[in-house]
């Protein structure tokens, strides 16, 4: 059974970082891409970044770019997101997502599996 277990979040003020981390376990972590998506209140979940595979190729939503990297820790199973220059604009539950294939992916129909989510909330 796969298991995705985010860690990270937590409330910021506007302007600084936080480290987002998913910990996978139940398959092979380095055969699939990994993405994040997040879900602000009353809104859809949208695509925040994703990695390939090997961790080679990136994809990033337009308003996370320049401020956000996505990269993968194949030897521990693990997926970060690291945040700076936070803002307000960014408040919502973040989730990692494990794909069905090996490179980059914005659509959520792509990711088999989720995790619970993590609540990142940036002050103003």
């Known amino acids: 059974q796969v298991q995705l277990v985010e860690s990270g979040g937590g409330l910021v003020q506007a302007g600084g970082s936080l480290r987002l981390s998913c910990a996978a376990s139940?398959?092979?972590?380095?055969?699939?891409?990994m993405g994040w998506f997040r879900q602000a209140p009353g809104k859809e979940r949208d695509f925040v970044a994703a990695?390939?595979?090997?961790?080679?190729?990136?994809d990033y939503a337009d308003s996370v770019w320049g401020r956000f990297t996505i990269s993968r820790d194949n030897a521990k199973n693990t997926l970060f997101l690291q945040m700076n220059s936070l803002k307000p604009d960014d408040t919502a539950v973040y989730y990692c997502?494990?794909?069905?294939?090996?490179?980059?992916?914005?659509?959520?129909?792509?990711?088999?599996?989720w995790g619970q989510g993590t609540q990142v909330t940036v002050s103003s």
């Open positions: 997502g494990s794909a069905n294939r090996r490179t980059p992916t914005v659509r959520q129909s792509s990711y088999d599996y």
């Open positions: 139940g398959r092979t972590f380095s055969d699939y891409a």
């Open positions: 990695i390939s595979w090997s961790g080679g190729s990136t």
